[in-house]
Protein backbone atom coordinates (compact mmCIF):
# COMPACT_ATOMS: atom_id res chain seq x y z
CA UNK A 1 0.00 0.00 0.00
CA UNK A 2 2.50 2.17 1.01
CA UNK A 3 6.39 1.93 -0.30
CA UNK A 4 9.18 3.97 0.88
CA UNK A 5 12.15 4.08 -0.83
CA UNK A 6 15.50 4.82 -0.58
CA UNK A 7 14.27 8.21 1.32
CA UNK A 8 17.18 10.76 2.38
CA UNK A 9 15.74 13.53 4.27
CA UNK A 10 17.83 16.32 6.24
CA UNK A 11 18.21 19.25 8.30
CA UNK A 12 20.31 21.66 6.49
CA UNK A 13 23.92 19.76 6.14
CA UNK A 14 22.49 16.61 8.79
CA UNK A 15 21.02 13.82 6.98
CA UNK A 16 18.43 12.43 8.89
CA UNK A 17 16.85 9.70 6.93
CA UNK A 18 20.36 8.01 4.97
CA UNK A 19 18.32 6.05 2.51
CA UNK A 20 15.38 4.50 4.34
CA UNK A 21 12.79 1.66 2.76
CA UNK A 22 10.06 0.45 4.65
CA UNK A 23 6.45 -1.08 3.41
CA UNK A 24 3.16 -0.51 4.65
CA UNK A 25 0.53 -3.67 3.65
CA UNK A 26 -2.68 -2.90 3.26
CA UNK A 27 -5.02 -3.53 6.48
CA UNK A 28 -2.22 -4.31 8.41
CA UNK A 29 -0.42 -2.53 11.75
CA UNK A 30 3.37 -1.74 10.79
CA UNK A 31 5.46 -0.38 13.58
CA UNK A 32 8.71 1.43 13.70
CA UNK A 33 10.68 1.21 16.87
CA UNK A 34 14.13 2.81 17.67
CA UNK A 35 15.71 5.14 20.12
CA UNK A 36 15.38 8.99 20.39
CA UNK A 37 16.88 10.48 17.51
CA UNK A 38 16.75 7.82 15.05
CA UNK A 39 14.46 9.39 12.69
CA UNK A 40 11.15 8.17 13.07
CA UNK A 41 9.30 11.65 13.12
CA UNK A 42 11.05 13.06 10.05
CA UNK A 43 9.77 9.86 8.33
CA UNK A 44 6.57 10.60 9.18
CA UNK A 45 6.88 14.37 8.10
CA UNK A 46 8.13 13.25 4.90
CA UNK A 47 5.54 11.06 4.50
CA UNK A 48 3.12 13.23 5.42
CA UNK A 49 4.79 15.75 3.23
CA UNK A 50 5.58 18.49 5.77
CA UNK A 51 9.37 17.69 5.26
CA UNK A 52 10.36 17.49 1.89
CA UNK A 53 13.42 14.29 0.86
CA UNK A 54 16.28 15.25 -0.70
CA UNK A 55 16.01 11.93 -2.52
CA UNK A 56 13.95 8.78 -2.86
CA UNK A 57 10.23 8.02 -3.60
CA UNK A 58 6.93 7.76 -1.86
CA UNK A 59 4.53 5.32 -3.30
CA UNK A 60 0.65 5.07 -2.18
CA UNK A 61 -1.34 2.66 -4.22
CA UNK A 62 0.87 2.75 -6.97
CA UNK A 63 1.01 6.79 -7.51
CA UNK A 64 4.80 9.22 -5.79
CA UNK A 65 4.18 11.63 -3.51
CA UNK A 66 7.61 12.40 -2.76
CA UNK A 67 7.53 15.99 -2.36
CA UNK A 68 3.73 16.73 -2.90
CA UNK A 69 1.92 19.49 -1.02
CA UNK A 70 0.29 17.88 2.54
CA UNK A 71 -2.95 18.75 1.08
CA UNK A 72 -2.35 16.19 -1.93
CA UNK A 73 -1.42 13.36 0.60
CA UNK A 74 -4.55 13.73 2.68
CA UNK A 75 -6.36 14.00 -0.05
CA UNK A 76 -4.97 10.54 -1.15
CA UNK A 77 -5.82 9.61 2.03
CA UNK A 78 -3.09 9.52 4.13
CA UNK A 79 -3.63 11.06 7.85
CA UNK A 80 -0.70 11.70 10.59
CA UNK A 81 -1.88 11.58 14.25
CA UNK A 82 1.74 14.17 14.85
CA UNK A 83 4.10 13.70 17.68
CA UNK A 84 2.78 15.83 20.85
CA UNK A 85 -0.61 15.32 19.50
CA UNK A 86 -0.40 19.17 18.17
CA UNK A 87 -4.21 20.24 18.61
CA UNK A 88 -5.52 23.71 18.35
CA UNK A 89 -5.27 24.59 21.38
CA UNK A 90 -8.16 27.86 21.21
CA UNK A 91 -10.19 25.80 19.51
CA UNK A 92 -13.27 23.75 20.28
CA UNK A 93 -13.25 20.20 20.18
CA UNK A 94 -15.67 20.42 17.67
CA UNK A 95 -13.91 23.25 15.71
CA UNK A 96 -10.93 21.01 15.87
CA UNK A 97 -12.61 18.19 14.40
CA UNK A 98 -13.95 20.19 11.72
CA UNK A 99 -10.50 21.41 10.57
CA UNK A 100 -9.82 17.83 10.13
CA UNK A 101 -12.45 17.39 7.64
CA UNK A 102 -10.96 20.55 5.84
CA UNK A 103 -10.55 18.84 2.48
CA UNK A 104 -13.71 17.67 2.47
CA UNK A 105 -16.98 19.17 0.84
CA UNK A 106 -19.67 16.45 1.69
CA UNK A 107 -21.31 18.46 4.44
CA UNK A 108 -23.49 15.53 5.46
CA UNK A 109 -20.69 13.16 5.51
CA UNK A 110 -18.96 15.29 7.37
CA UNK A 111 -21.55 15.58 10.89
CA UNK A 112 -22.28 11.97 10.63
CA UNK A 113 -18.58 11.05 10.71
CA UNK A 114 -18.70 14.05 13.60
CA UNK A 115 -21.24 11.99 15.47
CA UNK A 116 -19.05 8.68 14.57
CA UNK A 117 -16.38 10.32 16.44
CA UNK A 118 -18.54 11.12 19.19
CA UNK A 119 -19.68 7.60 19.70
CA UNK A 120 -16.30 6.01 19.60
CA UNK A 121 -14.31 8.81 21.74
CA UNK A 122 -17.83 9.24 24.11
CA UNK A 123 -15.50 11.88 26.02
CA UNK A 124 -14.82 14.15 22.99
CA UNK A 125 -18.33 14.47 22.81
CA UNK A 126 -18.95 15.50 26.49
CA UNK A 127 -16.37 18.20 26.01
CA UNK A 128 -16.99 19.12 22.68
CA UNK A 129 -17.76 23.08 23.22
CA UNK A 130 -14.80 23.39 25.39
CA UNK A 131 -11.08 24.14 24.36
CA UNK A 132 -9.15 21.78 23.06
CA UNK A 133 -6.24 23.04 25.11
CA UNK A 134 -8.13 22.79 28.35
CA UNK A 135 -8.41 18.66 27.93
CA UNK A 136 -6.26 15.89 29.32
CA UNK A 137 -3.27 14.79 27.97
CA UNK A 138 -5.13 11.20 27.06
CA UNK A 139 -8.34 13.22 26.03
CA UNK A 140 -5.77 15.24 23.43
CA UNK A 141 -4.45 12.22 21.75
CA UNK A 142 -8.24 10.90 21.36
CA UNK A 143 -8.95 14.32 19.87
CA UNK A 144 -5.90 13.97 17.60
CA UNK A 145 -6.99 10.56 17.16
CA UNK A 146 -10.53 11.70 16.00
CA UNK A 147 -9.25 14.88 14.08
CA UNK A 148 -6.96 12.40 11.93
CA UNK A 149 -9.84 10.16 10.95
CA UNK A 150 -12.34 13.18 9.86
CA UNK A 151 -9.96 12.64 6.56
CA UNK A 152 -11.59 8.88 6.28
CA UNK A 153 -7.68 8.16 5.58
CA UNK A 154 -7.00 4.66 4.27
CA UNK A 155 -3.73 5.04 5.71
CA UNK A 156 -3.42 6.23 9.53
CA UNK A 157 0.41 7.62 10.33
CA UNK A 158 0.36 7.45 14.68
CA UNK A 159 3.73 8.84 15.66
CA UNK A 160 4.13 7.82 19.64
CA UNK A 161 0.59 7.98 20.21
CA UNK A 162 1.10 6.98 23.61
CA UNK A 163 4.34 9.21 25.12
CA UNK A 164 3.62 10.60 28.44
CA UNK A 165 0.41 8.80 29.01
CA UNK A 166 -0.87 7.21 32.37
CA UNK A 167 -0.85 3.20 31.83
CA UNK A 168 -4.61 2.87 32.07
CA UNK A 169 -4.73 5.84 28.94
CA UNK A 170 -1.87 3.79 27.29
CA UNK A 171 -4.12 0.47 27.37
CA UNK A 172 -6.62 2.60 25.99
CA UNK A 173 -4.93 4.62 23.15
CA UNK A 174 -3.99 0.66 21.97
CA UNK A 175 -7.38 -0.61 22.50
CA UNK A 176 -7.91 2.02 19.52
CA UNK A 177 -5.61 0.99 17.20
CA UNK A 178 -7.01 -2.56 17.29
CA UNK A 179 -10.26 -1.48 16.87
CA UNK A 180 -9.42 0.67 13.97
CA UNK A 181 -7.22 -1.80 12.76
CA UNK A 182 -10.07 -4.36 13.17
CA UNK A 183 -12.55 -1.59 11.17
CA UNK A 184 -10.52 -1.70 7.73
CA UNK A 185 -7.79 1.17 8.62
CA UNK A 186 -4.57 0.23 7.76
CA UNK A 187 -2.06 1.66 10.59
CA UNK A 188 1.85 2.85 10.16
CA UNK A 189 2.36 2.64 13.81
CA UNK A 190 5.75 4.86 15.63
CA UNK A 191 6.32 3.96 19.50
CA UNK A 192 8.83 4.05 21.85
CA UNK A 193 6.88 1.52 24.33
CA UNK A 194 8.37 -1.35 22.25
CA UNK A 195 6.49 -3.79 24.67
CA UNK A 196 3.08 -2.54 23.72
CA UNK A 197 3.93 -2.16 20.33
CA UNK A 198 5.13 -6.14 19.61
CA UNK A 199 1.80 -6.98 20.91
CA UNK A 200 -0.48 -5.37 18.33
CA UNK A 201 1.95 -5.24 15.59
CA UNK A 202 1.78 -7.53 11.98
CA UNK A 203 5.47 -5.94 11.03
CA UNK A 204 7.60 -4.25 12.79
CA UNK A 205 10.73 -2.11 11.28
CA UNK A 206 13.78 -0.74 13.58
CA UNK A 207 15.10 2.67 12.69
CA UNK A 208 18.49 3.51 14.10
CA UNK A 209 20.30 6.51 13.21
CA UNK A 210 18.55 7.57 9.72
CA UNK A 211 18.66 3.37 8.92
CA UNK A 212 16.29 0.65 9.03
CA UNK A 213 18.48 -2.46 10.81
CA UNK A 214 15.83 -4.80 10.88
CA UNK A 215 12.45 -5.85 9.57
CA UNK A 216 10.69 -8.75 10.56
CA UNK A 217 7.51 -9.93 12.35
CA UNK A 218 7.48 -10.03 16.44
CA UNK A 219 8.74 -12.92 17.28
CA UNK A 220 11.59 -12.83 14.76
CA UNK A 221 13.58 -11.42 17.30
CA UNK A 222 13.87 -12.02 20.68
CA UNK A 223 11.74 -9.17 22.69
CA UNK A 224 14.74 -8.51 25.22
CA UNK A 225 16.69 -7.28 22.12
CA UNK A 226 14.38 -5.19 20.40
CA UNK A 227 13.55 -3.71 23.39
CA UNK A 228 17.12 -2.97 24.14
CA UNK A 229 17.66 -1.97 20.98
CA UNK A 230 14.06 0.35 20.88
CA UNK A 231 15.74 2.35 23.18
CA UNK A 232 19.26 2.56 23.05
CA UNK A 233 20.44 1.58 19.99
CA UNK A 234 22.56 -1.35 19.03
CA UNK A 235 25.99 -0.15 19.78
CA UNK A 236 24.98 -0.83 23.67
CA UNK A 237 24.83 -3.92 25.93
CA UNK A 238 22.17 -3.53 28.81
CA UNK B 1 -18.47 68.12 30.21
CA UNK B 2 -15.80 69.63 27.49
CA UNK B 3 -13.94 66.84 28.94
CA UNK B 4 -16.71 63.43 29.21
CA UNK B 5 -17.74 65.11 25.07
CA UNK B 6 -13.99 64.82 24.28
CA UNK B 7 -13.60 60.84 25.53
CA UNK B 8 -16.76 60.40 23.86
CA UNK B 9 -15.70 61.31 20.64
CA UNK B 10 -11.95 59.98 21.03
CA UNK B 11 -14.06 56.10 22.00
CA UNK B 12 -16.17 56.62 18.92
CA UNK B 13 -13.49 57.38 16.25
CA UNK B 14 -10.57 55.48 18.22
CA UNK B 15 -12.89 52.63 16.52
CA UNK B 16 -10.81 53.08 13.68
CA UNK B 17 -7.81 53.23 15.80
CA UNK B 18 -9.02 49.36 16.90
CA UNK B 19 -9.61 48.77 13.62
CA UNK B 20 -5.54 49.42 12.65
CA UNK B 21 -4.67 47.24 15.72
CA UNK B 22 -6.49 44.49 14.30
CA UNK B 23 -4.86 44.53 11.25
CA UNK B 24 -1.70 44.64 12.20
CA UNK B 25 -2.75 41.85 15.13
CA UNK B 26 -4.28 39.40 12.63
CA UNK B 27 -1.03 39.30 10.48
CA UNK B 28 0.91 39.33 13.75
CA UNK B 29 -1.17 36.26 15.14
CA UNK B 30 -1.28 34.42 11.76
CA UNK B 31 2.02 34.43 10.95
CA UNK B 32 4.32 35.69 14.19
CA UNK B 33 5.67 38.67 11.93
CA UNK B 34 5.21 42.15 12.00
CA UNK B 35 4.23 44.03 8.88
CA UNK B 36 5.09 47.96 9.27
CA UNK B 37 4.03 48.89 6.09
CA UNK B 38 -0.07 47.85 6.88
CA UNK B 39 -1.07 51.32 7.92
CA UNK B 40 0.62 53.13 5.50
CA UNK B 41 -0.91 50.82 2.87
CA UNK B 42 -4.21 51.41 4.79
CA UNK B 43 -3.93 55.21 3.81
CA UNK B 44 -2.42 54.26 0.15
CA UNK B 45 -5.72 52.52 -0.26
CA UNK B 46 -7.43 55.71 0.85
CA UNK B 47 -5.48 57.68 -1.52
CA UNK B 48 -6.53 55.76 -4.35
CA UNK B 49 -10.27 56.03 -3.17
CA UNK B 50 -9.58 59.63 -3.18
CA UNK B 51 -8.17 60.06 -6.87
CA UNK B 52 -11.35 58.11 -7.47
CA UNK B 53 -13.49 60.52 -6.12
CA UNK B 54 -11.40 63.42 -7.94
CA UNK B 55 -11.55 61.97 -11.30
CA UNK B 56 -14.82 60.59 -10.96
CA UNK B 57 -16.83 64.02 -9.35
CA UNK B 58 -19.41 63.54 -7.10
CA UNK B 59 -18.85 59.64 -6.42
CA UNK B 60 -21.32 58.51 -3.33
CA UNK B 61 -19.36 58.60 0.00
CA UNK B 62 -20.60 54.41 0.45
CA UNK B 63 -18.42 53.80 -2.71
CA UNK B 64 -15.66 55.94 -1.97
CA UNK B 65 -15.18 53.93 1.08
CA UNK B 66 -15.54 50.39 -0.75
CA UNK B 67 -12.78 51.75 -3.40
CA UNK B 68 -10.36 52.33 -0.72
CA UNK B 69 -11.35 49.31 1.44
CA UNK B 70 -10.51 47.25 -2.17
CA UNK B 71 -7.78 48.79 -2.87
CA UNK B 72 -6.08 48.35 0.58
CA UNK B 73 -6.73 44.64 0.30
CA UNK B 74 -5.08 44.39 -3.03
CA UNK B 75 -2.01 46.31 -1.25
CA UNK B 76 -2.47 43.80 1.25
CA UNK B 77 -1.68 40.76 -1.18
CA UNK B 78 1.08 42.77 -3.40
CA UNK B 79 2.91 43.35 0.22
CA UNK B 80 2.35 39.48 1.30
CA UNK B 81 3.71 38.46 -1.88
CA UNK B 82 6.84 41.27 -1.86
CA UNK B 83 7.89 41.21 1.57
CA UNK B 84 6.99 37.68 3.03
CA UNK B 85 6.05 35.26 0.02
CA UNK B 86 9.64 34.48 -1.12
CA UNK B 87 11.50 36.18 1.67
CA UNK B 88 12.86 33.50 3.95
CA UNK B 89 10.67 33.31 6.93
CA UNK B 90 13.75 31.81 9.05
CA UNK B 91 15.38 34.74 9.52
CA UNK B 92 13.85 36.89 11.74
CA UNK B 93 14.81 40.05 10.52
CA UNK B 94 14.29 39.64 6.59
CA UNK B 95 10.40 40.05 6.84
CA UNK B 96 10.66 43.17 9.18
CA UNK B 97 13.30 45.02 7.19
CA UNK B 98 10.96 44.23 3.43
CA UNK B 99 8.48 45.42 5.20
CA UNK B 100 9.58 48.72 6.07
CA UNK B 101 11.11 49.20 2.53
CA UNK B 102 7.50 49.00 1.10
CA UNK B 103 6.67 51.77 4.28
CA UNK B 104 8.96 53.86 2.85
CA UNK B 105 7.48 53.49 -0.97
CA UNK B 106 4.36 53.43 -0.32
CA UNK B 107 4.87 56.57 1.78
CA UNK B 108 6.57 58.13 -1.24
CA UNK B 109 3.97 57.51 -3.31
CA UNK B 110 1.27 59.17 -1.00
CA UNK B 111 3.40 62.28 -1.15
CA UNK B 112 3.52 62.06 -5.11
CA UNK B 113 -0.63 61.81 -5.61
CA UNK B 114 -1.00 64.22 -2.81
CA UNK B 115 1.15 66.90 -3.83
CA UNK B 116 3.00 67.12 -0.48
CA UNK B 117 0.17 68.81 1.07
CA UNK B 118 -3.09 67.73 2.82
CA UNK B 119 -6.01 67.20 0.12
CA UNK B 120 -10.09 67.73 0.47
CA UNK B 121 -11.45 64.31 0.99
CA UNK B 122 -15.44 63.66 0.90
CA UNK B 123 -17.19 63.86 4.54
CA UNK B 124 -20.19 61.81 5.60
CA UNK B 125 -22.94 64.47 6.99
CA UNK B 126 -20.33 66.93 8.42
CA UNK B 127 -22.76 69.49 9.73
CA UNK B 128 -25.18 67.25 11.83
CA UNK B 129 -25.26 67.13 15.20
CA UNK B 130 -27.04 65.14 18.03
CA UNK B 131 -28.05 66.53 21.18
CA UNK B 132 -28.01 64.59 24.04
CA UNK B 133 -28.70 66.56 26.88
CA UNK B 134 -25.18 68.61 27.50
CA UNK B 135 -23.80 66.01 24.85
CA UNK B 136 -23.37 67.68 21.33
CA UNK B 137 -22.19 64.37 18.95
CA UNK B 138 -21.47 64.99 15.50
CA UNK B 139 -23.84 62.22 13.51
CA UNK B 140 -20.33 61.21 11.30
CA UNK B 141 -18.65 60.09 14.02
CA UNK B 142 -21.70 58.34 15.41
CA UNK B 143 -21.11 56.57 11.72
CA UNK B 144 -18.02 55.97 11.87
CA UNK B 145 -18.47 53.86 14.91
CA UNK B 146 -21.12 52.04 13.58
CA UNK B 147 -19.18 51.42 10.33
CA UNK B 148 -16.62 49.69 12.29
CA UNK B 149 -18.17 47.90 14.71
CA UNK B 150 -20.54 46.30 11.76
CA UNK B 151 -16.78 45.61 10.23
CA UNK B 152 -15.77 43.95 13.47
CA UNK B 153 -18.97 41.76 13.59
CA UNK B 154 -18.41 40.96 9.92
CA UNK B 155 -14.47 39.85 10.58
CA UNK B 156 -15.70 37.97 14.30
CA UNK B 157 -18.28 36.37 11.78
CA UNK B 158 -16.03 35.42 9.15
CA UNK B 159 -13.34 33.76 11.99
CA UNK B 160 -16.00 31.94 13.78
CA UNK B 161 -17.98 30.95 11.35
CA UNK B 162 -16.72 30.11 7.96
CA UNK B 163 -13.84 27.55 6.67
CA UNK B 164 -11.99 30.33 5.78
CA UNK B 165 -12.22 31.34 9.69
CA UNK B 166 -11.58 27.85 11.40
CA UNK B 167 -8.15 27.81 8.71
CA UNK B 168 -6.60 31.43 9.75
CA UNK B 169 -6.96 29.95 13.69
CA UNK B 170 -5.64 27.10 12.75
CA UNK B 171 -2.56 28.54 11.26
CA UNK B 172 -2.54 30.70 13.56
CA UNK B 173 -2.65 28.27 16.49
CA UNK B 174 -0.65 25.57 15.40
CA UNK B 175 0.64 25.61 11.03
CA UNK B 176 2.10 22.08 11.28
CA UNK B 177 -1.09 20.72 12.34
CA UNK B 178 -3.27 22.87 10.10
CA UNK B 179 -0.99 21.48 7.18
CA UNK B 180 -1.79 17.91 8.04
CA UNK B 181 -5.57 18.82 7.98
CA UNK B 182 -4.40 19.93 4.41
CA UNK B 183 -4.53 23.74 5.14
CA UNK B 184 -2.64 25.23 2.64
CA UNK B 185 -0.03 27.96 4.71
CA UNK B 186 0.27 30.09 1.69
CA UNK B 187 -3.65 30.76 0.94
CA UNK B 188 -4.52 31.44 4.45
CA UNK B 189 -1.52 34.07 4.53
CA UNK B 190 -2.88 35.73 1.70
CA UNK B 191 -6.18 35.61 2.89
CA UNK B 192 -5.33 37.14 5.76
CA UNK B 193 -3.28 40.09 4.41
CA UNK B 194 -6.43 40.51 1.98
CA UNK B 195 -8.58 40.71 5.28
CA UNK B 196 -6.61 43.14 7.55
CA UNK B 197 -6.48 45.68 4.07
CA UNK B 198 -10.06 45.67 3.51
CA UNK B 199 -10.52 46.50 7.30
CA UNK B 200 -6.91 49.01 7.16
CA UNK B 201 -9.04 50.86 3.82
CA UNK B 202 -12.03 51.21 5.66
CA UNK B 203 -10.28 52.77 8.50
CA UNK B 204 -8.18 55.02 6.62
CA UNK B 205 -10.99 56.42 4.40
CA UNK B 206 -13.37 57.10 7.91
CA UNK B 207 -9.85 59.25 9.69
CA UNK B 208 -9.92 61.18 6.12
CA UNK B 209 -13.89 61.33 5.73
CA UNK B 210 -14.05 62.19 9.32
CA UNK B 211 -11.28 64.97 9.16
CA UNK B 212 -12.86 66.10 5.47
CA UNK B 213 -8.98 65.85 4.86
CA UNK B 214 -6.28 63.38 3.54
CA UNK B 215 -3.14 64.48 5.02
CA UNK B 216 0.05 63.43 3.43
CA UNK B 217 1.76 62.93 6.87
CA UNK B 218 -0.98 60.06 8.00
CA UNK B 219 0.81 57.05 6.63
CA UNK B 220 3.78 57.37 9.00
CA UNK B 221 1.11 59.02 12.19
CA UNK B 222 -1.14 55.75 11.19
CA UNK B 223 1.95 53.80 11.61
CA UNK B 224 2.93 54.54 14.77
CA UNK B 225 -0.33 54.48 16.22
CA UNK B 226 -0.80 51.37 15.12
CA UNK B 227 1.69 49.90 16.51
CA UNK B 228 0.63 51.59 20.16
CA UNK B 229 -2.52 49.95 19.83
CA UNK B 230 -1.21 46.46 18.68
CA UNK B 231 1.54 46.41 21.29
CA UNK B 232 -0.88 47.69 24.52
CA UNK B 233 -3.76 45.25 23.05
CA UNK B 234 -1.36 42.68 22.86
CA UNK B 235 0.08 41.70 20.50
CA UNK B 236 -1.72 38.93 18.56
CA UNK B 237 -5.02 39.98 20.49
CA UNK B 238 -8.10 40.80 18.84
CA UNK B 239 -10.04 41.81 22.11
CA UNK B 240 -6.65 43.84 23.14
CA UNK B 241 -6.83 45.42 19.72
CA UNK B 242 -10.22 46.61 20.44
CA UNK B 243 -9.86 47.84 23.51
CA UNK B 244 -6.28 49.69 23.34
CA UNK B 245 -7.76 51.37 20.40
CA UNK B 246 -10.64 53.23 22.53
CA UNK B 247 -8.33 53.99 24.68
CA UNK B 248 -5.82 55.79 22.19
CA UNK B 249 -8.54 57.43 20.95
CA UNK B 250 -10.09 58.25 23.87
CA UNK B 251 -7.06 59.82 25.43
CA UNK B 252 -6.18 61.43 22.63
CA UNK B 253 -9.68 63.65 22.23
CA UNK B 254 -9.22 64.04 26.36
CA UNK B 255 -5.73 65.64 25.92
CA UNK B 256 -6.67 67.53 23.05
CA UNK B 257 -8.96 69.74 24.97
CA UNK B 258 -5.72 70.84 27.00
CA UNK B 259 -3.62 70.80 25.08
CA UNK B 260 -3.24 69.75 21.48
CA UNK B 261 0.80 69.76 21.15
CA UNK B 262 0.42 67.60 24.96
CA UNK B 263 -1.93 65.19 22.36
CA UNK B 264 1.38 62.94 20.59
CA UNK B 265 3.16 62.83 23.86
CA UNK B 266 0.58 61.66 26.04
CA UNK B 267 0.04 58.71 23.90
CA UNK B 268 3.77 57.72 23.79
CA UNK B 269 3.78 58.07 27.83
CA UNK B 270 0.80 55.54 27.80
CA UNK B 271 3.01 53.10 25.63
CA UNK B 272 5.52 53.67 28.05
CA UNK B 273 3.67 53.21 30.77
CA UNK B 274 2.13 50.08 29.64
CA UNK B 275 5.65 48.57 28.46
CA UNK B 276 6.49 48.87 31.73
CA UNK B 277 3.55 47.73 33.80
CA UNK B 278 2.05 45.68 31.23
CA UNK B 279 4.47 44.57 28.67
CA UNK B 280 2.27 41.56 27.50
CA UNK B 281 -0.61 44.30 26.67
CA UNK B 282 -3.39 44.15 27.73
CA UNK B 283 -5.17 40.80 27.05
CA UNK B 284 -1.67 39.74 25.78
CA UNK B 285 -0.16 36.22 26.67
CA UNK B 286 3.19 36.60 26.32
CA UNK B 287 4.40 33.24 24.54
CA UNK B 288 0.75 32.11 23.71
CA UNK B 289 -0.65 31.73 20.38
CA UNK B 290 -4.19 33.37 19.51
N1 LIG C 1 14.01 20.77 13.21
C1 LIG C 1 15.19 20.11 13.24
N2 LIG C 1 16.33 20.75 12.93
C2 LIG C 1 17.52 20.12 12.95
N3 LIG C 1 17.67 18.84 13.27
C3 LIG C 1 16.57 18.14 13.61
C4 LIG C 1 15.28 18.73 13.61
N4 LIG C 1 14.37 17.81 13.99
C5 LIG C 1 15.07 16.68 14.19
N5 LIG C 1 16.39 16.87 13.98
C6 LIG C 1 17.45 15.85 14.11
O1 LIG C 1 17.14 14.78 13.23
C7 LIG C 1 17.38 13.55 13.87
C8 LIG C 1 16.10 12.71 13.86
O2 LIG C 1 15.12 13.33 14.67
P1 LIG C 1 13.65 12.75 14.82
O3 LIG C 1 13.14 12.41 13.46
O4 LIG C 1 12.87 13.72 15.61
O5 LIG C 1 13.90 11.43 15.64
P2 LIG C 1 12.89 10.52 16.47
O6 LIG C 1 11.49 10.91 16.13
O7 LIG C 1 13.22 9.13 16.04
O8 LIG C 1 13.21 10.75 17.91
C9 LIG C 1 17.90 13.86 15.26
O9 LIG C 1 19.29 13.79 15.22
C10 LIG C 1 17.46 15.27 15.50
O10 LIG C 1 18.38 15.94 16.32
MG1 LIG D 1 9.99 11.54 17.35
Same mark, same amino acid.
Given at each position: ??????????????????G??????????????????A???????????I????????????????G? #????????????????????????????????????? =??????? =??????????????????? #???????E????????????????????????????????????????????????????????? #?????????????????????????????????????????? | ???????????????????I??????????????????????????????V /??????D?????V??????A?????????????????????? /??????????I???????????????????????????????D???????????????????? /?L??????????R????Q?????????????????????????????????????E???????????V????????????????????????????????T??????????????????? /??????????????
Amino acid at each position: MLEVSDIVTSYGKIEALKGVSLEVEPGKITCLLGPNGAGKTTLMMTVAGILKPRRGSVRFEGRDLAGQ #APRRIVEAGIALVPENRLVFPNMTVAENLAAGAFTRS =DGAGIAE =DMERMYARFPRLKERSTQA #AGTLSGGEQQMLAVARALMVRPKLLLMDEPSVGLAPLVVEEIFRIIRDLNRDGTTIFLVEQNAHM #ALQVAHHFYLLELGKVTFSGAPGQLAEAEVIQRAYLGSKKTQ | MVLVQAIIDGILVGTTYALIGIGFTLIFGVMHKLNLAFAAASIAGAFASLV /AWQHFKDLPVPLVFLISAAAAGVLGYLIYLTCFRFIPLKSPL /ATLMATVGMLIFLEEIVTHVSDGKAQNYPGMLPDARWTLGPLDIRVDYILVFAISVAAMLLLL /ALLYRTRLGIATRAVAQQPVAAQLCGISLDRTNAATFVMSGVLGGLAGAMIGSSAELLSNLLPLQLTVKGLIVTVIGGLGSIPGAIVAGLLVGAVEKGVETWSVLARDLCVMLLIFVFLV /AKPAGIFGKLNVRD
